[in-house]
T-cell receptor, first 115, second 115 residues
Framework: EAGVTQFPSHSVIEKGQTVTLRCDPI?????LYWYRRVMGKEIKFLLH????????ESGMPNNRFLAERTGGTYSTLKVQPAELEDSGVYFC?????????????FGPGTRLLVL | AQSVTQPDIHITVSEGASLELRCNYS??????LFWYVQSPGQGLQLLLK??????LVQGIKGFEAEFKRSQSSFNLRKPSVHWSDAAEYFC?????????????FGSGTRLQVQP
């Protein structure tokens, strides 16, 4: 079974540009999460999808970030326009059931550097 | 708000030595507790988790963790470290009584293993 995949693995862009990150969850997982780790600090939650619906977007930092999950399969996270402080590692995770005792399975992350 | 503290940013141990990584959490109720590991170039891999029941939890790769309610701790242990255990380790908390799925992570402990 394939794990969570993320694309690209690395991205270097200039301040003011747009970047789109993609996450493909484990097949059959309805729950999809985005997290990020900025500058070696703790990993922080951004948002949670259940299928195509945003269940919890309390961690989204501002309106420069837009997450979508059309069709309830893969998800994209767009940063527009990117700022220097957006640099970090963006992780995606997925889980199967609507049960609190679920396990979130993480992808390898996308390393974003904004210059 | 809940928080997770990993007081050791960096730990170096000799191969074959025992290991204990500390994790303390702050939360009003009993949380779900997780330890994840990130090896270089890899995603976050779940080592073990605690939801309820026996407070000593066994995980993969020979790791175990003990939940101590009185100390609000969930320390990770391994009796004999292997060179392949060099990685970054993250403690995380999930909330049982809110219905939210977001995990709260500590800032991580980077483990170096000396030959």
């Amino acid at each position: 079974e394939a794990g969570v995949t993320q694309f690209p693995s690395h991205s270097v862009i200039e301040k003011g540009q747009t970047v789109t990150l993609r996450c493909d969850p484990i097949s059959g997982h309805d729950n999809l999460y985005w997290y990020r780790r900025v500058m070696g600090k703790e990993i922080k939650f951004l948002l949670h999808f259940v299928k195509e619906s945003k269940q919890d977007e309390s961690g989204m930092p501002n309106n420069r970030f837009l997450a979508e999950r059309t069709g309830g399969t893969y998800s994209t996270l767009k940063v527009q326009p990117a700022e220097l402080e957006d640099s970090g590692v963006y992780f995606c995770a997925s889980s199967q059931d609507q049960v609190l005792q679920e396990t979130q399975y993480f992808g390898p992350g996308t390393r974003l550097l904004v210059l | 708000a809940q928080s997770v503290t990993q007081p050791d940013i960096h730990i170096t141990v000799s191969e074959g030595a025992s290991l204990e990584l500390r994790c303390n959490y702050s939360y009003g109720a009993t949380p779900y507790l997780f330890w994840y590991v990130q090896s270089p170039g890899q995603g976050l891999q779940l080592l073990l988790k605690y939801f309820s029941g026996d407070t000593l939890v066994q995980g993969i790769k020979g790791f175990e963790a003990e939940f101590k309610r009185s100390q609000s701790s969930f320390n990770l242990r391994k009796p004999s470290v292997h060179w392949s255990d060099a990685a970054e380790y993250f403690c995380a908390v999930g909330l049982m009584d809110t219905g939210r799925r977001a995990l709260t992570f500590g800032s991580g402990t980077r483990l170096q293993v000396q030959p």
